[in-house]
């Protein structure tokens, strides 16, 4: 049996991935994103149909699935003129995989519930391999039902796929988890930069991290493009700062202090200012390097 139609909104590094593994299992997917000839190109290579807005990407539809940039796009495909809703039949799933604030995740949500569709929030975390290898780790946030729902979707894209609470909290698990991974990621920098300050060998130095309790996944992904001042981006630093701010913001209605994430925040924002916000969020470097006056 043919599986359930699919409107996907939004084909940026992660998306297009995501997108093709649906396609791969057998979801026929109507694409839409802002860029003009990608949906046109990913249609070419995994089949479906070029949708020209979010609402007519939901004409059909039995779930419809964004993954855009921030809280304001989701709102804006999903509720604004031609969005996703007004093209929506009776009771459409709806699940964002971006990573926003939890509040706009609820509001969002309550908009969407008021109309009689189901809402959850699904933000990702497995990078580009894991995007394209459909490996990602999904921590949902909504109602059990919807959950259950959208399961077979999720086992397209994803290998650990956790219902983690009622909407909201999705993004809030997210943002926690990316502050730890943009700390470890600054701390790597200012590790490197001391080390070639101090006149180390830091090929050596990561060897030894590597082989001792300093690893971590951090190193293995980071390092070399550190030490070769590579930025390609994998995740980008913008959204990277922005996920850190969301952390710290959340930490703060909670009255819990997160202060490694806090200087990692200043670290990304002055690297944002040296003009890396599109490069990969290694780039932090470059603002820990400014500061010593050390160049790796």
């Known amino acids: ?14 998306g297009s991935l995501m997108a093709a593994c649906l396609a791969r299992a057998g979801h026929p997917v109507a694409a839409h994103t802002r860029t003009a000839g990608k949906a046109e190109a990913w249609v070419a290579e995994h089949g479906g149909r070029v949708a020209a807005t979010p ?37 459409t799933l709806f699940v964002d995989m971006t990573t926003i604030a939890p509040a706009d995740a609820r509001r969002i949500g309550t908009a969407l519930n008021e109309r009689g569709h189901a809402f959850l929030d699904a933000p990702v975390t497995g990078g580009k391999a894991g995007a394209e290898n459909g490996t990602l780790t999904i921590m949902v946030g909504g109602e059990e039902a919807a959950f259950t729902r959208a399961r077979p979707l999720l086992d397209a894209m994803g290998e650990l796929i956790l219902h983690v609470g009622p909407s909201g909290q999705g993004q809030i698990v997210k943002v926690i988890s990316n502050a730890v991974s943009a700390t470890n990621c600054a701390t790597l920098a200012q590790a490197f930069v001391v080390g070639r300050a101090a006149g180390v060998d830091v090929e050596a130095l990561v060897q030894v991290m590597a082989n001792g309790s300093a690893n971590s996944t951090m190193l293995a992904l980071k390092a070399e493009p550190m030490l070769t001042h590579d930025y390609s981006p994998l995740f980008k630093l913008e959204h990277m700062l922005k996920d850190v701010r969301l952390a710290l913001e959340e930490g703060r209605t909670a009255g819990a202090p997160f202060p490694s994430a806090a200087l990692a925040h200043e670290l990304y924002i002055a690297a944002l200012a040296r003009g890396h916000g599109a490069d990969d969020f290694a780039s932090v470097l470059e603002a820990v390097e400014g500061l010593a006056g050390v160049r790796l």
Do not use: N, S, Y
């Not at 049996?1 to 992660?14: D, K, S, T, W």
């Not at 609402?55 to 969005?83: K, N, P, S, Y």
């Open 55 to 91: 609402r007519e990407a939901a004409e059909g539809a039995a779930a419809v699935i964004t993954m855009v940039v921030d809280g304001a796009q989701v709102e804006q495909v999903l509720l604004g003129d031609d969005g996703a809703v007004h093209g929506a039949r009776d009771d």
């Open 1 to 14: 049996m043919l599986a359930e139609p699919v409107g996907f909104v939004g084909l940026g590094i992660m």
